[in-house]
Every structure is written in structure tokens, then in C-alpha cells.
């Protein structure tokens, strides 16, 4: 039975604050606030603490250029001090009795301080280790933060590239942990810099597993440290070091925080609060103090706390009067003069007089740590241990000796007090609270094994459950559950992430709730090896981790209620079943009344099945040697209610020649009755694809190459029909909506240089990094297709394999985060954008995975539902050439000793032969899609240039606008005026690859853009 005091140790904090006022100037513009928390960092892991082991100037300079608490007090361990920050009230009155298996849960009925500011008009953002509950309502979304990103268990297994959470959809990580949770408290910075914000940036580090960027490993790795812990024998150097790394690479991350806030003008409103969880996680240099992580004794509790207030906060202030994590909520609510509403008393005090210098005096009082029900207290002066030992702290701060004999009232005084507290705070009984599942806010509920019970032979990976899977995992007999409590009736998509090897797949497994089951059998084998390449000292107790594949097992109906989740097999054929990581439930969207929308949705293979040439690099010097990846092509049909359709084809090719497109439009509007407006072809633009085109081109291709080409583009035609088939054939009942995000990897590529604009990254050059979503539903809810967009050359890679580069591998992390859904990428204006940083594949990868995670955050919230009717209107434009060569002129240009330029003039002489003559315009297709008033699909020719996108959204008010380029005709570059002024690549250097006679003239974009605008106007509803 849980019970909840409002005693007097509450109630003063709440008193200490009404007493001390509102430190916030009424009608003052409200201060940011930011709180960054280390994990493990004990106070002697700064050298502003005189630690010379190791250099933390920009942590230091919080200090030195505002205040330094002499005497701060965190719990032993994590989860119980991150509920006393959010709070203001001990721990154990919010339910945090531990830090794993559900005990690390903050109270639903307990208000945190993002609440408060949320409540007071603050954008929140919490990025990194949550560690007060995974499933929401104890999630961060549930508690006051409107923005999360990063992992909510007690620790983490992994900290390069690691799988992460964003607003509840898993991610991948970039980079090493900690940088990446920067990098995303960055974003959220820069994107609220107009408006008060509150951003709490919990670390993970130096928390094990102990792993660190090379560059900070290298300077500690041999590293003397000639300060070391109190007792040396307990040390372990390796352990030491890499702690000390990981503390460097927090100064550097905590830097770049402070030049942010610099970089945009802030500094000077925004508070920056920067302390720790608890005392070190290894014996090591403490100061000489007694005790580490998980200890009740100064060194298990004191840590670093610094605060810095520009112009409020005078440069090294030092607050003497002991104070701890729970001061922090009323303390920073006063300082931004934010009400606090809460309901329950709090336990911690507004501190802000001694920050500003306005306190006359102080009253005493006591600061209570507790961990596995041992209690100590701190007074100003003294500690009573909680062996009820007292030792005077000033006098002898590493509490050498007991001064109970000599100060016995003291000692029964805090002895007495202990007893009280006891009484009143902690909490007696069995942990009853089930895990919560199915809200409509939030639907997606992940239960991790660390939440899970195991009976039989299953085993955890690890000793500790925090990132731990299940293993062992061998019978019928064995089974795994979960004590969930169903808020939302309903059918749910459940999905397992395993690990199983080859020769064991096969086994039939059930997960059952109450009367409700579904089966599926384990028919993929995924055995990825531990990730332990990156450890710079052997874990002990922690788990390593691995990739877990996803299996949908199927909708499984949850009535409303309390019950066991029980997983189990029916039958293993194999030595085990396998490896189980968690269970994810996703609670369906609610039935609505027909939209009128019907999808249908294809995929498939088109990778060239001999060694074929490659398109996109004249450096190549042979045909392709394998493949890294399948190039797909796919196709979404869609049908409003009046029967209009439009087919969407996506390719993983480097362009869509007009021949191909002329003949599949003749051949579906025949075999399907499709109208030319409604078809849609789009290339990805991969530079790792075959070569579409027949006929003369810029390539050197060997009779024997040609033939092949020739074949592929044959067999292509057939594949497309036969897809768009496929697609009409699967159409059903549907919703369709739109959203966006934002993915940042593409750089302007036109770089001005006094020898004119360069083909080099330029960041200060016009860039489009929105990432427009297009999802299709099935009536339960079910994602059966998402279709999205990015602006960017696909030129990661120019390799010898087949694979279609960052979009390939975006499209694949989609499917495989959606099993059964089909993921299509629609090539944006990204003609002078390139990928960087370039050149491999795991580069490839790590731009698909950002642009997967830029899809996964579109997908979140609730998406613009998209109504009809559906219009779509085709025609040409007619783009007249600059200057069309004459004989004479071509004739000149086969001489010259550039072979593409020989062979560009060879083609047009060729063709001046046959008809007499050269066109002076090219006819360059234009197509417009609209979806109701609320989106507008506009599909350009060739390799368009940002320009068009960025010019078509400012002009098109109205619906929402996406452009996509690469569609329908692929010819070359189709520059805008700015770019055929500067001249370049895009302009006029790249037509001897092209399939044009010469450079466009300078009306080529009002040509254009007329005819885009003239095709909105015919496709009005």
C-alpha cells in the first residue's frame, strides 16, 4: 500500500519559497533556461574542483562567470535524483524506489517543472537519458516536454550510432551519444530562439559502458593520473581514464552549447544550470571524500552544480548554504517568475537570494539521502551516516571520525529527524503500478525486456536488466510477461524485435491477453554479432547489445483493463526460439466514416541480373561488379471518390528517358485506361544504377555493353506496366495525409570562387531541407505506404555496385520500421545540392538513416488529412536554347580533344543529317497534381535546381506545396536565370552530357514557372 505525506519537511520547502519571493521582474522579457546533467560525474571530476587529472574549461567557466554551490546533494543513483530535479520533492513521494524493472517511475499525480513552464507559454525539449518511465503517460511527452529525443531506460549499451527514440519512433543515432544528444538540443535551440524555451539536456555519460570518442580516449588511455582515489587499491585505472574522457568530451559538448547561445544573441537571457546525478560510478579522485555511486555518504551524494545568468548572476558568486537537486524546480520557477501550481507540497527551496545576492541571512535546514533504505542527513555543518555515526563536515570532510561520543545531541537530534523522515517519506509496500498501454495521444507503446518477467529457462543478457534482452529462450514451457494496464480498447499492431540464427528459425510463437491471441512463426534468421568493438575497458554486469529485427505478428485486440501480456512458443523446431529485445504495441487509429480515398500500393525488383554499365560517372572504366543493395521500383495508385486516379512511379535510376515514359503511358492507358496526367514517373537520380538509355549517349558503351543496356531497357518497360497493374490492382479503402520535417545533410554545391562558381560544398548557398510526407492508411490504421521527399543529389557513392544510395537505404529503414508498408522517395529540386560529407557506403547509410528519421518525425503527429477531389493536368513548356551550334560549329567541337565533347557533337551532327535541322526549343513537361484545396504536386523535367522549389512555394499560396524534380523526362540540368547567370556546371558545363544541342536561354525560369502556374489554374477543383 502506497501512502503519501504532507508532513512538515514538505511543507517548509513550500514556506522557504513563498518566503523568499519571486526573483523575476514583473514585465522583464522571461529568461531560457537551459539544465544540463551529467550521469555519474562526481564533484571531483571538474578541474574547477582542483582536479588536475584531467581540463573542463567550459564547464569551469559556468562557475567563474556565475555561481558555484560549495555544498550540492544529489541521490546515490540516477533515476531518484532526475525525479527530485523534475519535482522539488524527495523521491520517494513520486514512487522512484530504484532505477530499472519499473521502480525508476515517477508518480503520474506528481507535477514536473516542464508542466510549470510548458504551462507558463515555454517551448520544452528534454534530449538524452529520461530515466522516470518508458511508457507513456510516465514518457517525457506525458510529463511537460513537447519535444524528446534520446533513450528512457537507466543506461544505454551502446554509444556509437545507437538506436534511439524521437517522440516515441525508434531512430538511429549519429555519431557518438553524447554529440548527437547535442546536436538535437542544438536544433531545438536554434528552432525556439524567438520565444522563452526550456531545454534539458540529461547526458549519459561518464556512465559505462566505457566507451569514448577516439579523440578524447587517445590523451587518457596511458595517462598517469597522479591524483587518485582515497584509497588507491580500490582504483581502476582504465576505468579512471576513460570516465575522465568521457567528462572532456562533455565539456567539449557542454562548449558548443554556450557558443550557440552566443552564436544567436541569447547568452544574456537564457540561465544555464550544469550539475550531476550522483557521486562517481568508479573509485577515483573525489576530493578525499568518503563514499561513490550508490553510497549515502558525501562522496555518493555531493556533485558539482553551477548556474549562469549573465547580468543577474554576479561572476563567481559561491553559495555556501548546502542545497540539492530538489531546490532546482523552485528555485529557476522564481527566477523566470513561473507559477507553480502544484498541488502537493514541495521539499526543496528557492534558492535564488543566495544566487543573486539578496539574502540577508539563511535559515538551517537538512538535505535527506536515501538509497535501499539506508538514510543520511546533512545539516550545514554535519552528517549523520546511516550507520547513525556523526561527523562534523567541516572539520573533517572525508568523515574520518565519529563524533557521537562528543556531540550527542546532535547526534539525536538528526537521529530523530532521520526517524521522522522515515516515517513520512518513505514508502512501504510492494510496487503495484502496472505498465500503462493505448493512448490516443500517444499510441505506440514499447515493453522492454528490462520491464518484463521471465519464467522457465529464459535469462536476461546481463545481470542488470537496464538494456538487457532475453536469452535462453528454449521451450514451450518458458514464457515472458508483461503486467500491463489497457487504457484504450481496442485492436493493436504488435510487433517483436528478435535476434535468431539460421539454423533455429522456424519456431511458432503466441502473444496472448486475456482472451485475445495472435501467432506468427519466426521465418527470417537475423543473428547480428554484439556490438563490443568500441569498449575501452570489459563491462561487468551491463549487457552488450546487438540489432533486433522487426516481426509483425499481427493486430491483437486489447480490452480495456489489467492483465498479463504473455508471450510464449508453440512450437521449436531449433534449439531455441530466440532472442527477444521488447514487445511494441501500437494502439490503431479509430475507425472515421469512408474518405473516399482508395490506395494501392507496388513494389518491385529491377537490379540488372548480368554486369551492365553505370550510370551517372564518365570516370567509370567497366560495368558493374555486384550490387550493396536491390534497386526497386514502386508505385502508389490512388482513387478519389469520383473514380479519378493518379499512379505515382518511383525508381532507384539515374533518370526517366522520354522514350520510357512515352511508352508506358501509351501501354497503361491502353491495358488500364490511365490518362497521361495521371501517370507520374520520378528517379531517384542514384549515380549506382545501370544505364537507361538507348541509342547514342555520352558513354563509350562496347556492342556487347549496348546490348545489354538495350535489354534492361527493354525488360523495364515490361516491369513498369506490369507494376502500375499491381498498384491499381491493390486499390482499397484508405486515408491519405501530408506532413513534413526537416533533414539537414544537403549542402548547396555551387561554390563562388574568383575562377568562377566550383562544384564544392557551399554552405551559405540556397538549400530546401524540408522533407514533404505523403502516408496512406488503411481503415484500421494500418500504414500501407508513405511516399517522401528531399532535395539533394543522390551522389553519396560512385562505386563499381549497384545500390540506390542514401534514398535506397531511407526507403529500406522506413519498411523496415513498417512492416508491409511500402516507403517511395519522390526526388526533389536538388540539381546543385550534393550529400556530405561523401564517398561510402556507411556515409550512404548515414544520410538514409537521417532522412529515415526526418520521415519517422513526420509521421508522429497527426497528418493533414487530404481531401478531393484529385486533379492532375500535363503539358509541355518550351524552353529555346541560348544558341543553337551550327555545322560549322559542331564540326569545330569534334575536333577538340575532350571525348564527351566529340561525342556531343557527333549525336547533333548525326541528327542535323536526318532532319535537316536542330531544335531551337526543348519541349520540357510539366505536370501538377492537386489533392483538394490541401495539396499541390507539382513534378518538373530534368535536374532542377533549388531555385524552382524555393520560388514555386512562395508563389503557390494556398494548399500546402511540394515540388519534386527528376520526373517524367530526365534530359539534363535545368538551371534557373540566378544560376545561368553565374554560369557553372549547372549552367551551361554539364550539356555534353546531356541530351541537349547547348545551354538554355536566361528566360528558361519564366517559361517554366508560367506553365506551372497555368497547369494549378486548369487543375482547380
Not at 538494456?467 to 484504450?488: G, K, L, M, P
Not at 521488447?582 to 494501392?600: I, N
Not at 491519405?736 to 544537403?746: C, D, E, L, N
Not at 534530359?971 to 541530351?995: H, I, K, N, T
Amino acid at each position: 500500500m502506497r501512502q503519501h505525506f504532507t508532513g512538515w519537511y514538505g511543507w517548509c520547502g513550500l514556506l522557504a519559497w513563498c518566503w523568499a519571493g519571486c526573483a523575476f521582474v514583473q514585465g522583464a522579457e522571461r529568461p531560457n533556461v537551459v539544465v544540463i546533467l551529467a550521469d555519474d560525474q562526481g564533484w571531483g571530476d571538474l578541474s574547477l574542483h582542483g582536479n588536475t587529472n584531467l581540463q573542463t574549461p567550459r564547464i569551469d567557466s559556468l562557475g567563474r562567470d556565475g555561481a558555484r554551490f560549495e555544498r550540492f546533494y544529489a541521490c546515490p543513483l540516477c533515476a531518484p535524483t532526475r525525479a527530485e530535479f523534475l519535482t522539488g520533492r524527495y523521491h520517494s513521494r513520486g514512487g522512484v524506489h530504484g532505477v530499472t524493472t519499473g521502480a525508476e517511475r515517477l508518480n503520474l499525480d506528481e507535477e514536473t517543472i516542464a508542466d510549470a513552464f510548458r504551462q507558463a507559454g515555454y517551448a520544452t525539449g528534454a534530449f538524452g537519458k529520461w530515466h522516470n518511465g518508458s511508457q507513456y503517460p510516465y514518457h517525457p511527452r506525458g510529463r511537460g516536454f513537447g519535444e524528446y529525443y534520446g533513450f528512457t531506460s537507466g543506461h544505454w549499451g551502446h554509444y556509437f550510432d545507437p538506436i534511439l527514440e524521437h517522440n516515441g519512433a525508434l531512430v538511429r543515432g549519429k555519431g557518438y551519444i553524447a554529440d548527437d544528444l547535442t546536436d538535437h538540443a542544438l536544433a531545438f535551440i536554434e528552432a525556439h530562439k524567438d520565444r522563452p524555451f526550456f531545454c534539458y539536456v540529461p547526458y549519459n555519460t561518464p556512465h559505462s559502458p566505457f566507451q569514448a570518442p577516439d579523440r578524447f580516449w587517445e590523451k587518457f588511455k596511458d595517462h598517469p593520473l597522479p591524483l587518485r582515489a582515497k584509497d588507491p587499491k580500490l582504483e581502476d585505472l582504465p576505468s579512471s581514464r576513460c570516465a575522465l574522457a568521457m567528462c572532456e568530451n562533455l565539456d567539449w559538448n557542454v562548449g558548443r552549447i554556450l557558443d550557440k547561445l552566443d552564436a544567436l544573441k541569447l547568452a544574456e537571457k537564457t540561465i544555464v544550470v550544469y550539475f550531476s546525478d550522483n557521486g562517481p560510478n568508479t573509485w577515483r579522485w573525489n576530493g578525499g571524500m568518503k563514499g561513490r555511486k550508490g553510497q549515502t555518504d558525501e562522496g555518493g551524494v555531493r556533485v558539482p552544480c553551477l548556474v549562469r545568468w549573465p547580468g543577474r548572476i554576479r561572476p563567481g558568486t559561491s553559495v555556501r548554504p548546502i542545497a540539492g537537486a530538489i531546490d532546482l524546480f523552485p528555485t529557476l520557477a522564481s527566477l523566470a517568475g513561473v507559477p507553480i501550481a502544484a498541488s502537493k507540497p514541495l521539499d526543496g527551496m528557492d534558492v535564488s537570494p543566495l544566487l543573486l545576492g539578496s539574502a540577508q541571512s539563511w535559515p538551517e535546514r537538512m538535505i535527506f539521502s536515501h538509497n535501499a533504505g539506508q538514510v543520511s542527513v546533512r545539516t550545514d555543518q554535519y552528517r549523520l551516516d546511516h550507520r547513525g555515526q556523526l561527523f562534523d563536515m567541516i572539520a573533517d570532510p572525508g568523515q574520518e571520525r565519529d563524533i557521537t561520543a562528543q556531540r550527542p545531541e546532535v547526534a539525536a537530534r538528526l537521529a530523530q529527524a532521520v526517524a521522522r523522515w522515515k516515517q513520512e517519506v518513505l514508502v512501504e509496500g510492494k510496487d503495484d503500478r502496472p505498465f500503462p498501454v493505448g493512448y490516443r495521444e500517444f499510441p505506440t507503446t514499447p515493453l522492454p525486456a528490462r520491464d518484463g518477467v521471465a519464467s522457465g529457462g529464459i535469462r536476461r543478457s546481463a545481470p542488470a536488466p537496464n538494456c538487457s534482452y532475453f536469452t535462453h529462450w528454449r521451450s514451450t514451457h518458458d514464457a515472458i510477461t508483461w503486467d500491463i494496464e489497457v487504457n484504450t480498447a481496442g485492436p493493436y499492431e504488435a510487433v517483436l524485435y528478435y535476434t535468431c540464427p539460421p539454423e533455429d528459425v522456424g519456431a511458432t510463437v503466441e502473444l496472448r491477453f486475456r482472451d485475445s491471441a495472435v501467432r506468427a512463426k519466426i521465418a527470417e534468421p537475423f543473428d547480428p554479432p554484439l556490438f563490443d568493438a568500441m569498449d575501452r575497458v570489459p563491462r561487468k554486469g551491463e549487457s552488450y547489445v546487438k540489432e533486433f529485427r522487426p516481426l509483425r505478428v499481427g493486430p491483437l485486440h486489447l480490452a480495456k483493463g489489467r492483465g498479463a501480456l504473455t508471450l510464449r512458443a508453440l512450437h521449436v523446431p531449433g534449439k531455441q526460439v530466440a532472442d527477444l529485445w521488447a514487445v511494441v504495441l501500437t494502439l490503431a487509429a479509430p475507425a472515421e466514416p469512408s474518405t473516399g480515398w482508395k490506395a494501392g500500393a507496388a513494389s518491385m525488383v529491377i537490379t540488372p541480373e548480368e554486369p551492365t554499365w553505370m550510370a551517372g560517372y564518365a570516370s567509370r572504366t567497366r560495368p558493374s561488379e555486384g550490387k550493396f543493395q536491390d534497386l526497386f521500383a514502386k508505385a502508389l495508385a490512388l482513387e478519389d471518390a469520383a473514380g479519378t486516379r493518379v499512379v505515382l512511379v518511383t525508381l532507384d535510376l539515374i533518370g526517366v528517358p522520354r522514350s520510357l515514359r512515352d511508352a508506358v503511358e501509351k501501354q497503361v492507358g491502353q491495358k488500364f485506361g490511365l490518362r497521361p496526367e495521371g501517370l507520374l514517373l520520378n528517379a531517384s537520380h542514384t549515380h549506382s544504377g545501370p544505364v537507361v538509355r538507348t541509342g547514342k549517349t555520352f558513354y563509350d558503351l562496347s556492342p556487347e555493353q549496348q546490348q545489354r543496356t538495350n535489354r534492361f531497357a527493354a525488360g523495364l518497360q515490361e516491369k513498369l506496366v506490369e507494376l502500375v497493374g499491381r498498384a491499381i490492382a491493390d486499390l482499397a479503402p484508405a486515408r491519405v495525409g501530408y506532413s513534413h520535417a526537416r533533414a539537414g545533410f544537403a549542402m548547396n554545391r555551387r561554390l563562388p570562387t574568383p575562377k568562377g562558381y566550383q562544384n564544392s560544398p557551399y554552405p551559405d548557398g540556397p538549400v530546401d531541407h524540408d522533407v514533404p510526407v505523403l502516408r496512406v492508411d488503411g481503415p484500421d490504421g494500418t500504414l500501407r505506404a508513405v511516399v517522401f521527399g528531399y532535395a539533394c543529389h543522390n551522389t553519396t557513392l560512385g562505386l563499381y555496385q549497384f545500390c540506390g544510395d542514401y534514398a535506397g537505404y531511407a526507403q529500406q529503414f522506413v519498411e523496415q520500421s513498417h512492416p508491409g508498408a511500402v516507403a517511395l522517395f519522390l526526388a526533389g529540386c536538388g540539381g546543385d545540392q550534393n550529400p556530405y560529407p561523401r564517398g561510402t557506403v556507411d556515409l550512404a547509410q548515414q544520410h538514409g538513416r537521417t532522412l529515415a528519421t526526418a520521415v519517422e518525425a513526420a509521421l508522429l503527429p497527426q497528418p493533414r488529412p487530404l481531401h478531393g477531389p484529385l486533379r492532375a493536368a500535363l503539358a509541355e513548356a518550351q524552353l529555346h536554347f541560348a544558341a543553337v551550334p551550327s555545322r560549322e560549329e559542331l564540326l569545330q567541337a569534334q575536333q577538340k580533344s575532350n571525348v564527351y565533347e566529340k561525342r556531343h557533337a557527333a549525336r547533333f551532327l548525326e541528327e542535323l543529317e536526318k532532319t535537316g535541322r536542330l531544335p531551337d526549343a526543348y519541349p520540357y513537361p510539366v505536370q501538377v497534381i492537386r489533392f483538394g484545396d490541401d495539396l499541390l504536386l507539382v513534378a518538373l523535367a530534368g535536374e532542377v535546381v533549388v531555385d524552382y522549389s524555393l520560388r514555386l512555394k512562395r508563389e503557390l499560396a494556398g494548399p500546402a506545396v511540394w515540388v519534386a524534380g527528376y520526373s517524367n523526362d530526365v534530359f539534363g540540368y535545368v538551371p534557373s536565370a540566378r544560376v545561368l547567370q553565374e554560369g557553372g556546371y549547372e549552367a551551361s558545363g554539364a550539356v555534353v552530357y546531356s541530351s541537349i544541342p547547348s545551354a538554355f536561354a536566361p528566360s528558361i525560369e519564366e517559361s517554366i514557372v508560367a506553365k506551372v502556374h497555368e497547369l494549378v489554374r486548369a487543375a482547380k477543383p
